[in-house]
């Protein structure tokens, strides 16, 4: 009867650890999978728009910044039309592009964030978007009064986010992995 008993609680003991270490794996292959589309889908895109944005910001400032090496929105004396009608080439056919391409990640994956709440500064990108896309809309039409988002664009912040959401997740992602960071 003590055998009979032995052997029921070490079969049953054995289930129970089979069954807790296949639901320990299943797990682990989830937040692998959902790690592995946060990366894809949402911080990978978005650091590379970010980063691409900043590149292209700075030699357009290198290839149109005043004698003084100063953005001729930041200038004493206001933009030129030469310079303004520059500004709206880049704006229209670079830089809307990319800031477009950033608030649509943020509109489509807004399920792949890490935060549980949307980030202000997300926001704030939206915003911009939709500010710049209202004053090149007036410039279609002739209108050339305004050259700025009414919104600011949070670059740094965005820049900064990007970087540390993807870095975060190449690391949680290399423990999911089984891999030891190098030292």
């Known amino acids: 009867m003590i055998t009979l008993a032995v052997t029921v609680g070490l079969a049953f003991a054995g289930y129970a650890l089979t069954y807790l270490n296949g639901l320990r794996l299943s797990q682990r292959q989830e937040r692998l999978a959902r790690v592995n589309r946060q990366l894809g889908d949402f911080y990978g895109p978005l650091l590379a728009l970010t980063e691409a944005n900043s590149r292209i910001f700075a030699a357009f400032l290198e290839h149109n910044a005043r004698p003084d090496g100063r953005s001729p929105f930041v200038h004493e004396t206001p933009p030129t039309e030469e310079e303004l009608a520059e500004w709206r080439l880049w704006v229209t056919s670079v830089f809307l592009p990319n800031i477009r391409a950033m608030r649509d990640l943020v509109l489509a994956h807004a399920d792949l964030l890490s935060e549980p709440v949307m980030p202000p500064l997300l926001l704030q ?59």
């Open 125 to 183: 990108l939206c915003a911009h978007v939709s500010g710049y896309e209202i004053t090149a809309a007036r410039w279609s039409r002739g209108n050339h009064e305004q050259h700025l988002s009414v919104v600011p664009f949070p670059s740094q912040e965005i820049a900064v986010y990007a970087r540390r959401g993807f870095a975060e997740l190449k690391k949680e992602q290399a423990r999911l992995l089984g891999r030891r960071r190098a030292r």
